[in-house]
Each structure stands twice: as C-alpha cells, then as structure tokens.
C-alpha cells in the first residue's frame, strides 16, 4: 500500500489503484475533467496537494475519501 499525503503523485495512486479516478468522478462531478487528455496530462505530474487546490478541497478531505475506496475495494 502505497503512503499518502500531499505530496503523493496522482500517478502513483493510479498505478496502484486504476479505479479511482472513477470513483472520483462519482464523488463530486468536478473531477470528470480528470478522464480528458488534459486530465490525464494533470494526474501524471500532478500530487494530492495540486489536486487540492484545483478541486477546492482539503488535501486531508481527498486523502481520507481515497483511503475509505481503498478499504472498500479491498
């Protein structure tokens, strides 16, 4: 399992755990930018901490939502 903080990289999550960007999408409807190509040009750079500031979210809100699909894709 990956450790996850603001500074974990989207693309690390998305190696580890391809389904989340699906269940991001179902959480908040904002994050459906994230399946387009600039989408995915973002979550190869980008960390939780950027994710945050774009999304207008807590980085602790975001971490705690992909810890709880973690635990329930187990």
Wanted: hydrophobic residues 45%; without cysteine; glycine residues 6%.
């Amino acid at each position: 399992m990956i450790e996850i903080t603001e500074a974990t990289k989207l693309s690390a999550l998305m190696r580890e755990y391809p389904w989340l960007v699906d269940e991001a999408v179902k959480m908040d409807s904002r994050f459906k930018v994230l399946k387009s190509p600039v989408g995915k040009l973002f979550l190869k750079n980008a960390t939780i901490g950027e994710l945050s500031e774009k999304a207008g979210l807590s980085a602790g809100e975001i971490i705690g939502q992909i810890q709880n699909w973690i635990r329930q894709h187990a």
